[in-house]
């Protein structure tokens, strides 16, 4: 049975008892049903100005009282308080535990790399937090992300008060593969459609359900295929069933879009939300940490798979002393994938203090395992003077 990754509300600009009060309707509501949810999140409004004092304080508080664990703060740097958002992120990460922080690095295809660079600096000193660098957890960069996306930290909601289901679908995958291991793929994409498009339906259903009696909008699934720490829970795992022995060999980017093509065709007869692809998250994917230990996985390798799959560079541990050019030009090729092929994508690097060989973050053990850090190559582009890019509409262009 397919599990529930997360429940995410999305709150209007203005929010307070009202909302508060049909969100714990809602959140005992689910608690009636059969699936398992692993964790329910709240979204928020982005900012591009200073909130007022204690602005958070009962949001804060009805996290604390209802389980709930985290909540987003969607920051819009591309503002004149710049400098001050920054100190405001870094503080609500140090102080608030249950806080992300998601700051959009490209909207509309524009590329801001004043932002970027903004980024990396409040990246590097969260990094020093906690010894272990474990708070970039909590911080990550979006590029051309949509509205109301459940998964975390890429998060931001749209102002309408609704909420946004991300599914846990890779165990169920990993054992209808198993189930079915003789077939090819024609044959095993029917049998993983067939069955987890039923599953989905039960959900649906009951999304409505709770949508209708609370009056608050249900706005559709996120399908990724997203690691987890229990059996089948690996995406890795999963490839290898297809016939992928070697991670950055031959294959793979087939078995990507394989799989990428079937989670957004459940986008067809359901409604659909955020990035519904494949999502190879390094420290959150035991089997993929297995890899980088063994023999080192390169971040190149991850950014060719972001043109197939859902996410981009996530939960990469690196060394706190990599230079921010190098950083730059890696978040640069990012961004240039998702604006020439017009898909939303993130980032999420990880800088450990000190250097040392392998990570010590066991504070989340339920999300994310520990790996080897990453070894970057250090080309750095010429970016000087660009406050913001965008590459050029080739239809309109006239030379």
């Given at each position: 049975?397919?599990?529930?990754r997360?429940?995410?509300?999305?709150?209007?600009?203005?929010?307070?008892?009202i909302?508060?009060?049909?969100?714990?309707k809602c959140?005992?509501?689910?608690?009636?049903?059969?699936?398992?949810i692993?964790?329910t999140r709240i979204?928020?409004?982005?900012?591009?100005?200073?909130?007022k004092?204690n602005?958070?304080?009962?949001?804060?508080e009805?996290?604390?009282?209802?389980?709930?664990?985290?909540?987003?703060?969607?920051?819009?740097?591309?503002?004149?308080?710049?400098?001050?958002?920054i100190?405001?992120?870094?503080?609500?990460?140090k102080?608030?535990?249950?806080?992300?922080?998601?700051?959009?690095?490209?909207?509309d295809?524009?590329?801001?790399?004043?932002?970027i660079?903004?980024?990396?600096?409040?990246?590097?000193?969260?990094?020093?937090i906690?010894?272990?660098?474990k708070?970039n957890?909590?911080?990550?960069l979006?590029i051309?992300?949509?509205?109301d996306?459940?998964?975390?930290?890429?998060a931001?909601?749209?102002g309408i008060?609704?909420?946004t289901?991300g599914?846990?679908?890779?165990?169920e995958?990993n054992k209808?593969?198993?189930?079915n291991s003789n077939c090819?793929?024609?044959?095993?994409?029917?049998?993983?459609?067939t069955?987890i498009?039923?599953?989905?339906?039960?959900?649906e259903?009951?999304?409505?359900?709770?949508s209708?009696?609370?009056?608050?909008?249900f706005?559709?699934?996120d399908?990724?295929?997203?690691?987890?720490m229990?059996?089948?829970?690996?995406?890795?795992?999963l490839?290898?069933?297809?016939?992928?022995?070697?991670f950055?060999g031959?294959?793979?980017?087939?078995?990507?879009?394989?799989?990428?093509?079937?989670?957004?065709s459940f986008?067809?007869k359901h409604?659909?939300i955020?990035?519904?692809g494949v999502?190879y998250?390094?420290?959150e994917d035991?089997?993929?940490?297995?890899?980088?230990?063994?023999?080192?996985?390169y971040?190149?390798d991850?950014?060719?798979?972001?043109?197939?799959?859902?996410?981009?560079?996530?939960?990469?541990p690196i060394?706190?002393s990599?230079?921010?050019?190098?950083?730059?030009?890696?978040?640069?090729d990012?961004a240039a994938?998702?604006?020439r092929?017009?898909?939303?994508l993130?980032v999420?690097?990880?800088p450990?203090?000190n250097?040392?060989?392998?990570?010590s973050l066991?504070?989340f053990?339920?999300?994310?395992?520990?790996?080897?850090?990453?070894?970057?190559n250090?080309n750095t582009?010429i970016?000087?003077?660009i406050?913001?890019?965008?590459?050029?509409?080739i239809?309109?262009?006239v030379?």
């Amino acid at each position: 049975m397919i599990n529930i990754r997360t429940i995410t509300y999305n709150l209007p600009k203005k929010f307070g008892k009202i909302e508060f009060d049909i969100m714990d309707k809602c959140i005992n509501e689910w608690n009636k049903n059969k699936y398992l949810i692993r964790t329910t999140r709240i979204s928020t409004v982005p900012i591009n100005t200073i909130p007022k004092d204690n602005y958070y304080d009962p949001l804060e508080e009805f996290c604390d009282n209802h389980n709930i664990n985290w909540y987003s703060i969607p920051v819009n740097l591309n503002s004149k308080k710049q400098n001050e958002l920054i100190d405001f992120s870094y503080n609500m990460i140090k102080t608030r535990e249950k806080v992300f922080i998601n700051i959009d690095g490209a909207k509309d295809s524009n590329m801001y790399f004043d932002v970027i660079d903004k980024y990396i600096d409040l990246m590097n000193k969260v990094a020093h937090i906690s010894e272990n660098g474990k708070d970039n957890f909590r911080l990550g960069l979006s590029i051309n992300t949509i509205e109301d996306e459940p998964f975390f930290p890429f998060a931001k909601s749209s102002g309408i008060f609704s909420f946004t289901i991300g599914l846990e679908l890779t165990q169920e995958i990993n054992k209808i593969i198993d189930e079915n291991s003789n077939c090819n793929f024609e044959e095993l994409r029917k049998k993983i459609i067939t069955k987890i498009d039923k599953q989905i339906t039960e959900i649906e259903k009951y999304a409505e359900k709770v949508s209708r009696k609370y009056h608050i909008q249900f706005k559709g699934f996120d399908f990724s295929l997203a690691p987890y720490m229990e059996e089948n829970g690996s995406i890795i795992e999963l490839i290898e069933k297809l016939g992928i022995k070697v991670f950055d060999g031959p294959g793979i980017m087939f078995v990507t879009s394989f799989l990428t093509n079937i989670l957004k065709s459940f986008g067809n007869k359901h409604k659909k939300i955020g990035f519904s692809g494949v999502m190879y998250s390094l420290l959150e994917d035991y089997k993929l940490c297995e890899i980088n230990n063994n023999k080192a996985i390169y971040l190149e390798d991850l950014i060719k798979l972001s043109t197939m799959c859902g996410c981009g560079i996530d939960m990469i541990p690196i060394k706190d002393s990599v230079s921010k050019e190098v950083l730059k030009s890696y978040i640069l090729d990012i961004a240039a994938i998702s604006c020439r092929l017009e898909k939303p994508l993130g980032v999420r690097f990880l800088p450990i203090p000190n250097n040392p060989e392998y990570t010590s973050l066991n504070e989340f053990s339920n999300f994310i395992t520990n790996t080897k850090l990453v070894k970057l190559n250090k080309n750095t582009l010429i970016t000087n003077g660009i406050k913001e890019f965008k590459f050029l509409d080739i239809n309109k262009t006239v030379l």
